[in-house]
């Protein structure tokens, strides 16, 4: 569906974009992950043909991007795009009206994307009396009014209350079983690892690692994390060392990758006579994998 091959974008000296390439499979949902100024929002404003790449080539449904390719996309901006003062049908009868849709075939869609997102009861409602996860489905409503091909979430829950983030993520995958493709970018990694079927991990404008999560898991040679709390961390990371245990930082965790499962009590022996205040088992988890390979890459 999605296709970038070797795409290079740089603003003056500052190379964004080094032959970045990636594909989006018809119907899957793939998660751009990185940090800020990574190059997602570049690479985003390419695929809609807002933006000149300097090299490099995007297509979408097998056509090269251009101005019949935006017909193809729908995109679902971090920053609502919607007029408060209007009610939810106002909005999207607009935004069909841009697309270019007729009355009738405006009619049609708005109903269908209101049922989408499950507002149709709030069809007259001004947006400003929607909560904010119902104005965040709505900015998804407004992505799917003219049926693209393609739809980009660019961090569709950042900001909500977790019922709400719940409720977008259930949508997210509605709209995956209807046969949607989605290309979502975020810095939940629970939410990546929750809707994705598969992942690219970005870092200077190129992938770093691409797959599903069990192929990303074969970047960190562990069967689990261990998470250990003590006031003798030296003491805890001199003996885990020996033990074969690779002693590593999540924040203000202190972790150690275990090449193989061990039983608790097997575990605890390994610390004998250091004070440990607690334990905590933990598989390998997408978090794991990305600051492994932003901090190496």
Same mark, same amino acid.
């Given at each position: 569906?999605?296709?970038?091959?070797?795409?290079?974008?740089?603003?003056?000296?500052?190379?964004?974009?080094?032959?970045?390439?990636?594909?989006?499979?018809?119907?899957?949902?793939?998660?751009?992950?990185?940090?800020?100024?990574?190059?997602?929002?570049?690479?985003?404003?390419?695929?809609?043909?807002?933006?000149?790449?300097?090299?490099?080539?995007?297509?979408?449904?097998?056509?090269?991007?251009?101005?019949?390719?935006?017909?193809?996309?729908?995109?679902? $901006?971090?920053?609502?795009? #919607?007029?408060?003062?209007?009610?939810? !049908? @106002?909005?999207?009868?607009?935004? *069909?009206?841009?697309? /270019?849709?007729?009355?009738?075939?405006?009619?049609?869609?708005?109903?269908?994307?209101?049922?989408?997102?499950?507002?149709?009861?709030?069809?007259?409602?001004?947006?400003?009396?929607?909560?904010?996860?119902?104005?965040?489905?709505?900015?998804?409503?407004?992505?799917?009014?003219?049926?693209?091909?393609?739809?980009?979430?660019?961090?569709?829950?950042?900001?909500?209350?977790?019922?709400?983030?719940?409720?977008?993520?259930?949508?997210?995958?509605?709209?995956?079983?209807?046969?949607?493709?989605?290309?979502?970018?975020?810095?939940?990694?629970?939410?990546?690892?929750?809707?994705?079927?598969?992942?690219?991990?970005?870092?200077?404008?190129?992938?770093?690692?691409?797959?599903?999560?069990?192929?990303?898991?074969?970047?960190? $040679?562990?069967?689990?994390? #261990?998470?250990?709390?003590?006031?003798? !961390? @030296?003491?805890?990371?001199?003996? *885990?060392?020996?033990? /074969?245990?690779?002693?590593?930082?999540?924040?203000?965790?202190?972790?150690?990758?275990?090449?193989?499962?061990?039983?608790?009590?097997?575990?605890?022996?390994?610390?004998?006579?250091?004070?440990?205040?607690?334990?905590?088992?933990?598989?390998?988890?997408?978090?794991?994998?990305?600051?492994?390979?932003?901090?190496?890459?």
């Amino acid at each position: 569906m999605l296709s970038i091959e070797k795409l290079n974008k740089s603003y003056g000296k500052r190379q964004v974009l080094q032959d970045l390439t990636l594909y989006v499979a018809p119907g899957e949902i793939y998660g751009l992950l990185g940090a800020n100024g990574a190059g997602k929002t570049t690479t985003i404003n390419i695929i809609c043909n807002l933006l000149q790449a300097d090299s490099g080539t995007v297509t979408i449904n097998h056509q090269q991007v251009s101005e019949t390719t935006k017909n193809f996309i729908g995109i679902a $901006p971090q920053e609502n795009l #919607l007029y408060k003062g209007l009610s939810c !049908e @106002e909005n999207l009868k607009f935004f *069909a009206k841009i697309y /270019g849709l007729d009355r009738v075939k405006r009619q049609q869609r708005v109903k269908a994307a209101l049922a989408a997102v499950n507002l149709l009861d709030r069809a007259k409602s001004p947006v400003e009396t929607l909560s904010g996860g119902m104005q965040r489905r709505l900015n998804i409503a407004v992505a799917l009014v003219h049926q693209p091909k393609l739809i980009i979430l660019d961090e569709p829950t950042t900001g909500l209350d977790i019922e709400a983030r719940y409720e977008i993520w259930e949508l997210i995958k509605q709209l995956k079983n209807q046969g949607m493709t989605i290309l979502l970018t975020t810095h939940l990694l629970d939410e990546a690892e929750r809707l994705c079927n598969r992942i690219g991990i970005l870092k200077n404008g190129c992938i770093l690692a691409e797959g599903c999560l069990e192929d990303l898991r074969s970047y960190i $040679p562990a069967k689990e994390i #261990l998470i250990v709390q003590t006031d003798e !961390e @030296e003491e805890a990371i001199a003996r *885990a060392i020996a033990c /074969g245990f690779t002693p590593r930082r999540y924040g203000n965790d202190l972790a150690f990758w275990l090449s193989e499962h061990l039983e608790l009590k097997e575990i605890i022996a390994q610390f004998d006579g250091i004070a440990i205040d607690s334990i905590s088992r933990q598989p390998v988890r997408l978090e794991h994998i990305y600051m492994e390979l932003i901090q190496a890459g």
